[in-house]
């Protein structure tokens, strides 16, 4: 690893979540083109986030135990994912065409002892995949544990709301909790129906929020 992509990884690590500016990483790395050193961390393993100009680091590489192992989803797997579900985001049910880019995530986070097995990979649309990972990001993992040992997908998706009453949370997150289950739109209809539970769409109808007195 060259200094200036030492450089821009530790600057990286030292501001996680914050998102750096193209020009903010060419000053620290004295790097001409800091988006091929951030190419090359990618590739490694780090989970980069891209956006316009600028970079967001989200998660390490690393593997401890009990978790799983971050590996790059080679290019073959993508595309075999995407044509599984129909190049459509499985969250918001939006395509390409749509003016949104597609992209092929975790179903069940590596942090949480998810794979690359195509099982466990399921393609979102980049807002609902940026959703994904802010509210992830914002919930202790303990609480997310405990709804995923939930044996039954109704189960998963009602300790969901639950856990988060009265937040908004993306549909993204309620098809992981359903461990990919394709009729969790079902489930969550039949959870309203048998409880009761004031559940409804967010305004920007890419997630639910279940309001609670």
Request: aromatic share 8%.
């Amino acid at each position: 690893m060259s200094s200036g992509q030492e450089k821009i990884l530790e600057y990286l690590i030292r501001n996680r979540g914050k998102w750096i500016s193209n020009q903010e990483l060419r000053r620290i790395s004295g790097l001409d083109d800091a988006p091929r050193a951030i190419r090359l961390l990618r590739q490694k393993g780090w989970e980069i986030h891209v956006r316009g100009d600028g970079f967001n680091l989200l998660q390490s590489p690393e593997k401890g135990e009990g978790r799983g192992e971050r590996k790059t989803i080679s290019e073959k797997t993508r595309y075999e994912i995407l044509a599984r579900d129909n190049f459509r985001c499985k969250a918001c049910g939006l395509s390409a065409d749509d003016g949104i880019r597609l992209e092929v995530d975790h179903m069940t986070p590596v942090d949480w002892g998810g794979t690359n097995d195509k099982a466990n990979l399921i393609t979102l649309c980049d807002k609902c995949n940026r959703g994904k990972k802010a509210w992830l990001n914002s919930v202790p993992s303990n609480n997310m544990k405990t709804i995923m040992n939930n044996t039954t997908v109704e189960a998963r998706i009602e300790s969901l709301f639950d856990n988060f009453p009265n937040q908004d949370i993306p549909s993204s997150l309620i098809q992981i909790v359903s461990k990919g289950a394709f009729d969790w739109q079902r489930a969550l209809r039949r959870i309203r129906k048998r409880t009761g539970k004031n559940i409804v769409p967010t305004k920007d109808r890419r997630g639910y929020r279940y309001f609670k007195d």
